[in-house]
T-cell receptor
C-alpha cells in the first residue's frame, strides 16, 4: 500500500534556527513528490514538485530535496511568518490518475 | 490566491440532511479533485473528474457523489449526513488528468450537529 510518513509531527524553532522536515514514502513507483504549506483553516498552498532522486528546488528560505526513499524540506533562518503546517504528498505509478497521497504533516512554529 | 474558489465557506447542518459544495476552477484546468480533511485522518482523496468524466475514486462513501459540469465547475453532494462527516472539504484543480501539481481552493468547513 502506498504510504507517506512525515516527521516530526511538530517542531518549534527560534527565529533564525535552521532545521529540516522529513517525508518518507513507500510507493510502488514514484511519479512525483509535492510539498505544500497550509495555514490554519486555509487550503494547502503549493510549494514544490520533485520528480527524480537527486533533484532539488529552492524558494526563499525553503529548499526541498529528494532521494529514492525520502524527501527533506530544509528551512534556513526561519521567520515567524514561516509558521504553518507543511504537507508532503506523492503521486504513485499504481494509479494513472493524479490523486495525491498525503502525509499527516509537520506543524512548524517559529518564535521571535 | 490559487484562483480556485469554493462556496460556501462554512456550512452547519443537522444529521440526516443533504448539502452541496461547489468548486469553480482556475481558467483552463480540466481536472478537479475533491479531498476531505479531518483531524484524525488528514487529507484524504475522495474523487477526481477530468473534463466532465469520472477518472478515479478514493475513499468516498456511497452517500457522497460528485459531478463536473460542461463549464468545468464541480459539485460535491453529501447526503444522509452523520456527525463523522464534519470536516474541511477541499477541491483542487490541475491542468491535466495525471501527473502534476494541484492547486487547492480555500475549502468548505462542514459542521454536522
Amino acid at each position: 500500500e502506498d504510504q507517506v510518513t512525515q516527521s516530526p509531527e511538530a517542531l518549534r524553532l527560534q527565529e533564525g534556527e535552521s532545521s529540516s522536515l522529513n517525508c518518507s514514502y513507500t510507493v510502488s513507483g514514484l511519479r512525483g513528490l509535492f510539498w505544500y504549506r497550509q495555514d490554519p483553516g486555509k487550503g494547502p498552498e503549493f510549494l514544490f514538485t520533485l520528480y527524480s532522486a537527486g533533484e532539488e528546488k529552492e524558494k526563499e528560505r525553503l529548499k526541498a530535496t529528494l532521494t529514492k526513499k525520502e524527501s527533506f524540506l530544509h528551512i534556513t533562518a526561519p521567520k515567524p511568518e514561516d509558521s504553518a503546517t507543511y504537507l508532503c504528498a506523492v503521486q504513485a505509478s499504481s494509479s494513472n490518475t493524479g490523486k495525491l497521497i498525503f502525509g499527516q504533516g509537520t506543524t512548524l512554529q517559529v518564535k521571535p | 490566491d490559487s484562483g480556485v474558489t469554493q462556496t460556501p465557506k462554512h456550512l452547519i447542518t443537522a444529521t440526516g440532511q443533504r448539502v452541496t459544495l461547489r468548486c469553480s476552477p482556475r481558467s483552463g484546468d480540466l481536472s478537479v479533485y475533491w479531498y476531505q480533511q479531518s483531524l484524525d485522518q488528514g487529507l484524504q482523496f475522495l474523487i477526481q473528474y477530468y473534463n466532465g468524466e469520472e477518472r478515479a475514486k478514493g475513499n468516498i462513501l456511497e452517500r457522497f457523489s460528485a459531478q463536473q459540469f460542461p463549464d468545468l465547475h464541480s459539485e460535491l453532494n453529501l447526503s444522509s449526513l452523520e456527525l463523522g462527516d464534519s470536516a474541511l472539504y477541499f477541491c483542487a484543480n490541475s491542468l491535466a488528468g495525471g501527473l502534476g501539481e494541484q492547486y487547492f481552493g480555500p475549502g468548505t468547513r462542514l459542521t454536522v450537529t
